[in-house]
């Protein structure tokens, strides 16, 4: 009995808790990734979620611009909504494909994890990518 309320108590406690920090307080490599690419941008908010023993982080501007970085500070998703992606964040492979098979779209959103990317054109399109950059799903 005491371990069952000892497991709902840390279930409590340590599931999903948002703390606001600072751009500073973000891990190096994702400061980098706003002062390379989102610098123009106002910061509305930073926050760092705790979920478990995992740590991530959202950033949000002013502009509606949205990143998640993973504990390490890599973005895992940029919703940059009615804007294009920074060119340079967008792989290569990616870029090529979506200039040659759709020129007059832009990307306005990408998502990444180990199986590999999405992304979102202007327009409403979403193309899923595996990880060797081959295009798994349209819609």
């Not at 706003?34 to 610098?39: L, Q, R, T």
């Not at 970085?69 to 340079?88: E, H, L, M, Q, R």
């Not at 199986?115 to 799903?137: A, C, M, P, Q």
Request: proline share 4%; charged share 30%; aromatic share 10%.
């Amino acid at each position: 009995m005491a371990i069952c309320c000892m497991f709902a108590f840390c279930n409590c406690t340590m599931a999903g808790k948002d703390t606001p920090i600072r751009i500073s307080q973000l891990p190096p490599v994702a400061q980098k990734i706003i002062k390379a690419h989102f610098s123009r941008n106002k910061v509305a908010m930073a926050k760092m979620e705790t979920e478990w023993l995992e740590k991530s982080y959202d950033v949000v501007f002013t502009n509606g611009t949205k990143i998640e970085f993973d504990k390490n500070g890599n973005w895992t998703d940029i919703d940059c909504k009615y804007n294009a992606v920074p060119s340079a964040i967008v792989p290569v492979k990616i870029r090529k494909y979506v200039s040659s098979h759709y020129p007059h779209a832009k990307i306005v959103k990408i998502d990444r994890d180990r199986r590999g990317y999405e992304i979102e054109l202007s327009g409403d399109i979403d193309i899923k990518f595996n990880k060797n950059f081959e295009v798994t799903e349209i819609d």
